[in-house]
């Protein structure tokens, strides 16, 4: 509880973020299985790797780890994008990053919903990727017509969702019953509905055109596409998948297996079946596709020039490869991955050196203990005489290549490609109200703030020069 008697928009974060859980473990019980094998895959690795759970103990993540990671959603039109912004800013999310799935052949854009300062996303890391149908892509002007006049019919938040919201921007928060309901009545958003708000032939219609936009248009709202743990051995999990009913895409998503992970690899079991009840039928006797499970496994942010690396190292694979990842040839991609990620230097000191990936610098106990006797030095210095120590910032973003592929995989590899098209961030922009931020100016402001930190705590009286 803050001072002014609301609650934290960490704290409904948090809470929110469980709410969610509960809410999909029911709706999917795989992804309590899920949840599961993640955990148990962590708990053997924290146990056997004194090493992890020291670096784990070191940064906080340890207390991260059993919590939520990320959810999707999909949205119709630009009003209900920028609602949904509203209605994550009274949990502190914010819009972080422009992904443009436009070239890969998926008509959306989207960006991140998540807390941006590393307290906060402490308290907790929940984000939601959130994608923007381009309805504008459909090229059949009467199905145009026809998916606009369904959603502009719907309304994706509850009465009492919206007031919450309007209260919250008036007074600058929740109280704590406030808080409750707002939870409450924003879940209802998310939540699966089996009845269609289209009949079977709109439906069809629809799907044919390409299957994402009958997922968006044919139904009540935005529900919950997936959840996502984070696992410490992605490899594992994924060969486990299989014996426990899931059937997991063929392709790990990111960059390979290294000692040093960086960025997001990222898997999924295919999307579930599930029974409709269209608009012109009495029961679920209709089908459709949409909710799978996922699991990630997140390393270091990179810097723009790490950034830069990994793309042309992905690109040089994929190009190699000579065609989309797929079942067939996934061994080989593996292997052509790791053969190209050889350039990428894979051990801490030598990406800090080059630049490559942002880091949390943290003063040691021998740093603290020389605190009163040391001339001011650099930040480097600090680090060769053991005084200062440092992790990697974990990437808390999304790729826009590896969501083309979880994308792909889970409406099928013959997703229409006739939606090749570039978006544009002024335009998703525009439908949110405001500009997203830049991840990398968060990430760069968190480093800072930790080398201030350390600079503070191991030479308090002196003049600092600091080398960032
Ligand atoms: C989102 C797919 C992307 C990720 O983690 O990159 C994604 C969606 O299917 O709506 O989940
Ligand atoms: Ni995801």
Redesign the pocket.
Known sequence: MQDSGFVSPDEIRAHFSCAMSEMYQTEVPLYGALLELVAETNNELLHSSPSVRKHLTQTGEIQRLSMER?G???VGTVEELAAIRRLFAVMGMQPVGYYDLGPAGVPVH?TAFRAVHEDSLQASPFRV?T?LLRLELIDNPDLQRLAKSILAKRSIFTPGALALIARAERDGGLTKADAASFIREALETFRWHTHATVTANEYTKLHDQHRLIADVVAFKGPHI??L?PRTLDIDKVQAEMAARGMSPKAVV?GPPRRQCPILLR?T?FKALEEHVAFADQNGPEGRHTAR?G?I?QRGAALTPKGRALYDRLLNAARAELGEAPTERNAVRYAALLVEQFEAFPDSLDEMRRQQLAYFRYFPTEQGLAARHVERASSLQALIDAGHVSYEPLVYED??PV??AG??QS?LGDNGNARCNSTGSQAELEAALGVPVLDEMKLYESSQARSIDLCMERCQPNSMITMHR
Do not use: G, K, P, V
């Open positions: 990320h999707a959603i999909r989207s990727f994608s596409n997936h996502t998503e990222q999924s799978f996922e990630e999304f790729l590896s969501a979880i994308f889970n």
